[in-house]
Nanobody, 117 residues
């Protein structure tokens, strides 16, 4: 499975961005897709996840109400709509895929989100 993340960029605080993660290869192996992020000097942290079949979603408390994850099964693509962005949301965002709702087995290359205050 290959994951290709895109959509990062520079946005002012309060603005919005939409990230995309396109999956290719043995996508039938994917049970869930998630977004993680890593800011400079900080550990990578979980942001949100969605189950591939049922579409059940999970969010970190820090993004609830501002971020929305969605999927397009026909396009094998997951989206992350980020609204009301804050400077603390600035990070490299990675999409990741899990085969069994446990560890994340597949990782994309990351896309940089910069939020100016």
């Amino acid at each position: 499975v290959q994951l290709q993340a895109s959509g990062g960029g520079l946005v002012q605080a309060g603005g919005s961005l939409r990230l995309s993660c396109a999956a290719s290869g043995r996508t039938f192996n994917i049970a869930a897709l998630a977004w993680f992020r890593q800011a400079p000097g900080k550990d990578r942290e979980f942001v949100t996840a969605i189950s591939w079949s049922a579409g059940t979603t999970y969010y970190a408390d820090s993004v609830k109400g501002r971020f929305t994850i969605s999927r397009d099964n026909a396009k094998n693509t997951v989206y992350l709509q980020m609204n009301s962005l804050k400077p603390e949301d600035a990070a490299v965002y990675y999409c990741a895929g899990s085969k069994d709702y446990g560890a994340y087995d597949y990782w994309g290359q990351g896309t940089l989100v910069t939020v100016s205050s």
